[in-house]
């Protein structure tokens, strides 16, 4: 299985070892600007104590919907499939990447946001298949696109590793910036913003704090630590490698030679078909990174 020698420290992860737990990642591809090409939407979920083995679905939805409009039946998948070695998981935590802060909230028509609907579809999900014994769950947003930049007094770049919590942090929430990582090149390292937006866990801010440091450690593409927690990385590239599942694939002319670029290409075949009925993916290779 690719990436299961890479481990976070000698010790392994305590948050995953003290109590069964599982780690999502969770990310959605989008067209090209201006195309009317469907959007793809990957989550992928833990099935070790060393995030290395990952259970990976993906699913195809409306162009354009940010919300993961599967996931109660996607996580359901991945319960069942963590469940078929592990005892039930007593904790999870949702690493979901993409989500602006206009839906962390209440919609604009009043009802419920993409973050709640998803949050709502996670407790759905494990009631389904764990009973009455739910998991405590902690979801956390985490956002690489952001103005922020850190640097010391003598204008270089922060450690890595450096973690900043207050002061420039928003007053009314639970967020935080991390420089996991070391610039590769010349230039300022990116921080990355993690907002935890739901957690009845309760577990103190440098716990969940050194769990996403842990987890910058584990990306199997990467011999050095990376910006993010590996399981929103290999969300990412699942995401983007669903639609080469597209059964249709060669013989949509919209498709056809998209595997070198970013993202589908617009044009007058576009389809908005949604769910994900055209999205075939081996069951050999969903415990398996085969993304990566």
Known sequence: FVGESVHASRSGLPLMAAAP??????????ASPGSQQPSYAAVVASLDESCTAFHTVVNRQESRTETLTNLESTIEE??????????PPKRLFFLRDGVAHNQFGTSKEGGMGPVQQEIGQIFSACKKVLGASLPSLVYIVVQKKNRCRLATTAFQNVPPGTVVDSNITEASAYDFYMVPHTSLMKGTCQPSHFHVVYDDLKLGPDEV?????????????????????AP??????????ASFYNVKYKADPDLVGQWETASTASGSHAST????EDIQVAPVLKNILHYV
Do not use: N, W
Request: charged share 15%; aromatic share 14%.
């Open 78 to 87: 991945c319960l069942r499939e963590y469940v078929k070695k592990r005892p």
């Open 209 to 229: 704090q050194a769990f996403m440091y842990q987890l910058c450690h584990a990306y199997g593409r990467a011999t050095k630590v990376v910006s993010r927690p």
């Open 21 to 30: 737990t599982i780690v999502f990642g969770a990310d959605v591809h989008h």
């Open 232 to 241: 929103v990385y290999y969300a990412h590239l699942a995401a983007f490698h």
């Open 273 to 276: 078909t949604s769910a994900g």
